[in-house]
């Protein structure tokens, strides 16, 4: 910026050429436009007259230097020169004007009628959305009317079916428990098999009391399979039953849920609470049914249960007689292998006896030689000392100087002392060694005997443990399903 008063001998007084912008002489865009007043020695950048936005850039070396040859301070300041190009003319001016004000008005006119067109619009939509409301309300209604008629009829037949599912399951708890009952002496009649295959040697024979067992063992699973089998019908017809009842208490719940949103959905106002947005919801259809299949649904479970309440009383009645045949014929069976036991166990008995008085010779017989053999160690043992002195007189005799280590008679009389010791504890223990051997055989007669006894007394033991588990057979009352 220049000041006025400033010297003409400044350096930025001189003219300089500017490097940026061409020399263009200044001329007008339009004939009413004012006369610029135009400064000594200066260069316009452009002929037109710039927009409000426009800025004419200037090198500040160069404005701070323009040239002043009168001498005088410039009249309008370098930087606000550019200012003298954003003027209007009166013309416009007035033009700028009549345009606003015929805008204000037109946009009032458009105002007022968009205000009555508003009003009108916001009271027929008022009206339609009232009996929009309406109609859903009285709908909502119709429909929990239905729910409730079809509630009533799922409720009574789903009380039938499960009066008929409990028969059916005591029926099967009839069944269970007969085939429970009969596990029993099945169990019992197979271990009876089973502790019978423990007996030893000569013991284990074919007799009259495992044929009979076999024969038990079969009879009553028999009985078991065919209980077991009708247990399992009614098991299934049960599966069918919980199916139906599945089906019934679904559809109830779920109608139970539907009539408890629709009661909250009929009782919703305006001015409800719990009301909100949920944009895009209406574009949603989860709908899965119409009102005709909607009806079937709920007739189709009613009649499936009513199937089902039919099949299970015909099952029960098969079930009763399945019960008393088989409770009659395991009775007969047990009896019979129970007499088939006494005889055996009898046998056994008298066996073991004849064999245990053998026993009781052996074992006397095996004391006396038990004896002999301790006194044959003993002698053994008492020649040993002598025969070290023998020997360890010889051994220091040896030790004899030169000519004194002489075959005297103390010499030749030790040599025959330690032959015969020695010969003599030869003989005792080839004697020690028959007697163990005769001990040895009698020890075998005596594991011989107590094999057989323990064979005897292990068979015995068997016969009578098995009858001991025979003593307890179930009723006739528990074997047709009574506890």
Known sequence: MEFLGTTQLASYCGRKKSCLFPDLAPTSTTKDTYQSYCLPDYRYCSSRRPSLLHKVVLDPAISDKQFNPTGRPPTVLPALRSSLHARYSPRDWHHANMVQLKGSEASRYCAGRLNA????????????????????????????????????ELIYELECLLKETQALETAKQRLECAANEMRGPLKTALECLYHREMRKGIDLVHDDVEKNLIKEADVFKDCQEILTKLAQKINQQLGINRDAQHALEQDLSDKNSACFIDEKCFNLRNTSKNISFYHGVEKTDGTVSVPATWAKFSEDNIRCAQHARANSAKLREDAEVRLESAAEETWNHFISTNLAFNNRIAEVADAKNKLQAQLTKILQEIFQTEDTILLLERSIKAKEYPLKVAQTRLEGRTKRPYIELCCDAPQLQLVTEVYTIDDTLQTLKRRLQEAHDTLQMLLLNKSNLEHEISVKANSFFIDKKCMDMRKVFPSSPRLIGYA
Do not use: A, P, V
């Open 117 to 152: 067109d508003s009003m009108r619009l916001m009271q027929n939509k008022d009206q339609l959305t009232y009996q929009m409301q309406e109609d859903s309300r009285r709908n909502l209604g119709e429909r929990i009317s239905n729910i409730d008629f079809w509630r009533s």
